[in-house]
């Protein structure tokens, strides 16, 4: 049974920082990619970040372009979001996620619960 839990989510002011975790579990994911989406209230579900297990090859949305860092620790089966420079519009339920890969989140299999990420202004 695939599993992703994801942690490492919380409150922080406009400016801070924050990592968050994703734990697979379950199968071997060397052939996926491993993303990051996040959704706020009333807004669709957006693609932030993305990283090749294999390949450890990264995608960005522009959005968080030069901010936001994914990698991942194959020893550990774990991928990591690393935000910094966080702002207000930031704030949304961050889920992890794996499968094929791309933009969309039709691209992916497995997701995890989410966890919450809230700045503060």
Do not use: H
Request: hydrophobic share 30%; glycine share 14%.
């Amino acid at each position: 049974q695939v599993q992703l839990v994801e942690s490492g989510g919380g409150l922080v002011q406009a400016g801070g920082s924050l990592r968050l975790s994703c734990e697979a579990s379950g199968r071997t994911f060397s052939s996926y990619a491993m993303g990051w989406f996040r959704q706020a209230p009333g807004k669709e579900r957006e693609f932030v970040a993305s990283i090749r297990w294999s390949s450890g090859n990264t995608y960005y949305a522009d959005s968080v372009k030069g901010r936001f860092t994914i990698s991942r620790d194959n020893a550990k089966n774990t991928v990591y979001l690393q935000m910094n420079s966080l702002k207000p519009e930031d704030t949304a339920v961050y889920y992890c996620a794996a499968g094929g890969g791309g933009w969309s989140a039709n691209g992916y299999d497995y997701w995890g619960q989410g966890t919450q990420v809230t700045v503060s202004s």
